[in-house]
Every structure is written in structure tokens, then in C-alpha cells.
């Protein structure tokens, strides 16, 4: 992959960082306190135990600093880079007592954002054939939204929607509490509204669950077209390829075509080849597996004596 790192303002998440830290009562290591010189110095190895996406050393350094303000992380690899096992990612320095109250705290995280980085370059390698995008969905870890979409990024995948106030968005419980059901006479009168309330160019995502469905938002939006995304919630293949069948034969500017809901890794080649421009996956951040690695630490002399 070994594509450039994806922005990300390690300052932003400094309270964040903080609240993880007091979680695990990183403040209060009652073993180092015991153990471990306040004036010993150490440094420790951030390392792969399998292969996988790299993401989160950014915040390595931000995380230790509330520690030991003296802390510093050499990071040796990229973020988004693919590593392979045993690959040394970074080492942090600074007091021991630090190193040992974060270590915890830090590989929950970063195995957290490789987990899902990981994951997300396997998505997009199944669609990278067709030209597919492979987009997040906001089934993120409550907090961590923001985070679990850098490592999207970092997978080589795109974002979705971050929140409710960033995209319109109509969804069958949207037609469910404002007509009292759905249909393709509810999805029309939806786009009827929306479109009179929205000023050109904003994007509008409308979930069609059948074909019926995405006939009546084609034919609501045509005046729009090109600003919808119209989203095949749970369509099976040969719904898929119909869709894209319709929307070729219409004349452009035509909306995007979305495939969502219950998107496996197995079933996304075949999706993709269909002619869908987007794809959208919860199991990019709700089902990515942790990562794993460790942080071994060792002592370093002091080097003011």
C-alpha cells in the first residue's frame, strides 16, 4: 500500500488520550511505584506479532507526553504502510515508570486502528479491480469514531458520513416516523421535500430497498440527479446489476449507486464488478479484529551520570 500517511492532528485528541489514560489509572501504577526508580529511564519497542496495516503511531508520542513530558516516539514505519510480522514499528523513549503506566493503554489502541486499517485495505484490494470506492459507516466504538475512520483512511478506504449534521441522509426509519411506512410513494415525497429545502450541489443519500423503490427516486431526483447517492439497501447481486442497468440507460447527469447492508469481504468482488460506484461496510469498524502486538521495554542508563 505504502500510500502518503492520511491527515490526522494528533492535538485534537489530547482530552481523548487523557480519559483513556485515567481508565486504566495510569496515574496510579501501584507495581512501578513500588518497583521502579522515579529517575529510571527506558525505552520501549512497539512490534508486530502478525502482519497487518499500520495505524495510531501518530499518537504514540502525544499519549506518553501526558506521562512524562520529556517522552519522545521514534516512529520507523508509515502510517497505512503493510509490515509484516516482527517488524519493530516504533520506539518510545522516556522515565520507565511512564513507559510501564501507558503500555496498556497505548497497544489497545494502536492494535484497535491496525485491526481496522487492516481489515479495510482487504476490502479495497477485493474491489480495486472495478474502481469501486469502499467507504465506513457510522458503526463505530462510541469515542472513537474519528480514529476508527483515520484507520479507514489508512486502509486505503474513504469515509462516510461522520455524523448527522455532516450529509442528509433518508433511511427506511426516516420514512417509518414521518409517512407512517415506506414504498416508493414514501421515498418520492421524501426526495419532494428534501429537494426543496436543499440548495444545489448538497449531497443527498437516499436508501431505496427494492426496485420499486429506486425507480421512484430516480424519477423524484432526475431534476437532481447529480447530487444524489442512492443507496441498495440489502439488494441481492442480480438486484444489483438491475439497477445498474436502469441507471445507464438514463441520461446524464445520473445519481451514484451505493450497494450497503451486511457487505462480507467474500461477497464484495462479485458486488463490485456489477458497476456500483460506491460500496459502504459497517464490518470495515464494527467487526475488524484487534491487532497484535506488543511493547517490550527495556532500561537505559541514566544519561546525566
Given at each position: ?20 489514560l485515567d481508565e486504566d489509572h495510569a496515574g496510579e501504577d501501584r507495581t512501578s511505584e513500588a518497583l521502579v526508580d522515579p529517575a529510571t529511564r ?264
Open positions: 500500500m505504502n500510500a502518503p500517511a492520511p491527515a490526522l492532528d494528533p492535538a485534537a485528541f489530547q482530552d481523548l488520550l487523557r480519559r483513556f527506558a525505552v520501549g519497542e512497539v512490534r508486530l506479532k502478525e502482519p497487518g496495516v499500520v495505524c495510531g503511531l501518530v499518537l504514540l508520542e502525544p499519549l506518553f507526553a501526558l506521562l512524562d513530558p520529556e517522552a519522545r516516539a521514534e516512529r520507523l514505519v508509515e502510517e497505512g504502510a503493510r509490515a509484516g510480522a516482527g517488524t519493530v514499528l516504533a520506539r518510545v523513549h522516556g522515565r520507565a515508570r511512564a513507559l510501564l503506566a501507558g503500555e496498556r493503554t497505548a497497544l489497545n489502541l494502536l492494535q484497535r486502528l491496525c485491526g481496522v486499517a487492516t481489515l479495510t485495505a482487504a476490502y479495497v484490494e477485493a474491489a480495486m479491480a472495478t474502481g469501486t470506492w469502499v467507504l465506513d459507516t457510522r458503526k463505530t466504538t462510541p469515542g472513537l469514531r474519528a480514529l476508527e475512520r483515520y484507520a479507514v483512511r489508512c486502509g486505503g478506504g474513504h469515509n462516510h458520513r461522520l455524523h448527522l449534521a455532516d450529509a442528509v441522509m433518508v433511511k427506511e426509519n426516516h420514512l417509518q416516523a414521518a409517512f407512517g411506512g415506506t414504498g416508493p410513494a414514501a421515498v418520492a415525497e421524501a426526495l419532494r421535500v428534501l429537494l426543496a429545502q436543499t440548495a444545489p450541489g448538497t449531497a443527498l443519500y437516499v436508501e431505496v430497498e427494492d426496485l420499486a423503490e429506486l425507480d421512484a427516486a430516480l424519477a423524484a431526483g432526475a431534476g437532481r440527479a447529480a447530487d444524489l447517492v442512492l443507496m441498495l439497501d440489502d439488494f441481492g447481486l442480480e438486484e444489483v446489476r438491475a439497477a445498474v442497468r436502469r441507471l445507464r440507460a438514463l441520461p446524464a447527469p445520473r445519481p451514484r449507486l451505493e450497494a450497503t447492508g451486511g457487505v462480507t469481504l467474500e461477497a464484495l468482488g462479485a458486488l463490485a464488478s456489477t458497476g456500483v460506484h460506491r460500496v459502504s461496510a459497517g464490518r470495515l469498524t464494527h467487526g475488524a479484529r484487534a491487532l497484535d502486538l506488543s511493547l517490550k521495554i527495556r532500561r537505559v542508563p541514566d544519561p546525566t551520570t
